[in-house]
Every structure is written in structure tokens, then in C-alpha cells.
């Protein structure tokens, strides 16, 4: 009888310790392409979750309340400082524990001040969802990260919409690109933001085979229509010289990575 209860106990604790974790699992599996936002930061407080496709204009009690969000299988989300998908706004593809360490153009963080947001990624139905309304649009793919080229370690990615939506295509440290109207995909006068990897900066041409005015990237750039172009005025993102231009958006005919930013 002894022996009996000794063996139920271990059965019943066995089952205490694995229960939690298939509970976990059927939860996580749930989740599919969402993206959940939250009160206070370290997805802490009120949750509210949405799912890919999902266009919401106006956050009702959330806005400018959201200091935090998670992201769930392949899905993005962009948010905006104003109703109706207006003012600035920013994309993110990952896990933000604390929205108050990432800032729009200027200083302010976009910790409670996201009033608006649009989730892309996979829809409900399996589609690609654009997050503009129509979930079947699949004309842009590099849209979703499931679709866009692998990240380099060290280098630079280029996106033909500001925020860094759109097709995309990346380049490794040390290379040089003197006509990108020569590339499969043709990116002259295509790109409208830059990310930079690694310790890599670019710097990019007006004009083909690195001529005309330039501009030294040593940051991500979400939208080249706020870079103007005027000398000597990179915006606090770069370094122009030569003729004017009105701002450096669709504006990209060469390029050239190198490695000289530090950290």
C-alpha cells in the first residue's frame, strides 16, 4: 500500500511538470501571425492582439497608451503617431520590450504615442496580408520577411517604400554597386529607405558609376524624402556634397558599402 501511494505521487507530479508545458505549446500554436501590444512595458498590463490584415484607425482606450509589443509568427506591424494611419510611423518585424528606446525623427519615443496601426504578414485565410486593406495583395512580397532576402551580418538592405516596405534587396560589405539600373530587379531611382547591418555604412550616388551628388549613410534611413539633398545637409543621417536636390527619395543610381561605422 506503501509503495502504491509513493508510485501516484510520482505519477501525479510527473504530470504537474509536463501539463504546463503542452498548455504552453497549444498556446503558442494558437498565436499564428499576430501581434499583441500592451500597457506597460515588458508586455506587462492590458494585452490587445491583432491579426494579420487587421487595420485598426483609431485604438480607441489604447491610444497613446502602448509601450510595449510582441510579435507572433511571421506577422509586422506598423504603427502611427496619429488616427487614421497619418503622421509618422515606423514598421517592426520583432519583440519591442520598451517602445520608450525607440524614437521617431526627432527625440520623442514612440512609447504612448502609437494611436493607429496596420499588421501584415500571413492572413487568416493564408493569404499575403499588406496591411492596406486588402489582405489578398500579394504585389509586393518583400513586403513580408517570410519573402525577403536574407539579412547580411555586415551590410546594407535597400526597400523601394519608406519604412522599409516594399521589394527589398541586400549587399555585403565591400561591394560596389555602379549601376543599379544593371541589377536583375533594377533599383535605380527605386530605393525610398536603407538599413544598415553590422558596422557597414554606404554611400550612395545620384548619378550612375558614383557620380553626381552623394550621400554618406551611417544610419537607418526609414524615409529618403526626409534626407534632403542640399550641401552639406544629410538631416543628422548622412553627409551630401555637390549639386542640389530636392531630397534624396527614388533619387539612388550607385552605391558602394564599406566598413567604417562604429558602434
Known sequence: MKTFSVLALGVIVCLGAVTPVDAAMQYGRTRGDQVCVYKDVNYIGTEQCYNAGDEIPNLGAQSKSISS????????????????????????????????????????????????????GVSRNGNVGSGNGNINDQRNPGDYRRNQPQQPRNGICVYERANYEGRSECWD???????????????????????????????????????????????????????????????????????????????????????????
Open 69 to 120: 509589443l510582441r510579435i507572433f509568427g511571421r506577422a509586422t506591424v506598423t504603427v502611427y503617431e496619429n488616427r487614421s494611419f497619418e503622421g509618422r510611423s515606423a514598421e517592426f518585424n520583432s519583440d519591442v520590450p520598451d517602445l520608450g528606446r525607440r524614437t521617431m525623427q526627432g527625440n520623442t519615443t514612440w512609447s504612448d504615442h502609437i494611436e493607429s496601426l496596420r499588421v501584415g
Open 173 to 263: 560589405e565591400g561591394e560596389r554597386i555602379p549601376d543599379l539600373a544593371s541589377q536583375g530587379r533594377n533599383w535605380n531611382g527605386q530605393i525610398s529607405s536603407i538599413r544598415l547591418f553590422g558596422r557597414s555604412v554606404a554611400v550612395v550616388y545620384q548619378d550612375s558609376r558614383y557620380r553626381g551628388e552623394s550621400l554618406t549613410v551611417d544610419r537607418d534611413i526609414p524615409d529618403l524624402g526626409a534626407i534632403r539633398g542640399r550641401r552639406g545637409n544629410g538631416n543628422g543621417r548622412g553627409r551630401g556634397n555637390g549639386r542640389n536636390l530636392e531630397s534624396w527619395n527614388d533619387q539612388i543610381s550607385s552605391i558602394q558599402v564599406q566598413a567604417q561605422r562604429r558602434y
